[in-house]
Nanobody, 127 residues
């Protein structure tokens, strides 16, 4: 059973940067497409960024494009989400997710495409 564990969240001031990490356990990470989603209270889970297996392609939500970078280190079993210029609207529980990738260039932007999820790491941005 693949397990995902996120870390790196916290409470920061607007304009700050954070780097979220997600450890992927019990699976050959290079076989998995990975994604980051976020969910604020009372809101639906929202796509943030995704990367195909082996990092061939990546994609971002329009709302975060230019401020967020997804990267993966298959040797370390980790996927990262670098977020800069944080805004109060970025406050949410951030989740990483994994699914066996179809090709080296396929990534997924809908939550239903993913099989495995972490428990989330909270990001709170104060103005």
């Amino acid at each position: 059973q693949v397990q995902l564990v996120e870390s790196g969240g916290g409470t920061v001031q607007a304009g700050a940067a954070l780097k979220l990490s997600c450890v992927v356990r019990n699976g050959r990470m290079s076989d998995y497409a990975l994604g980051w989603f976020r969910q604020a209270p009372g809101e639906e889970r929202e796509f943030v960024a995704a990367v195909s297996r082996r990092g061939g392609e990546s994609g971002y939500a329009d709302s975060v494009k230019g401020r967020i970078t997804i990267s993966r280190d298959d040797a370390r079993g980790k996927v990262y989400l670098q977020v800069k210029s944080l805004e109060p609207e970025d406050s949410a529980l951030y989740y990483c997710a994994a699914v066996l990738g179809y090709t080296d260039f396929t990534y997924y932007i809908v939550p239903g495409a993913y099989r495995y999820w972490g428990q989330g790491t909270q990001v709170t941005v104060s103005s």
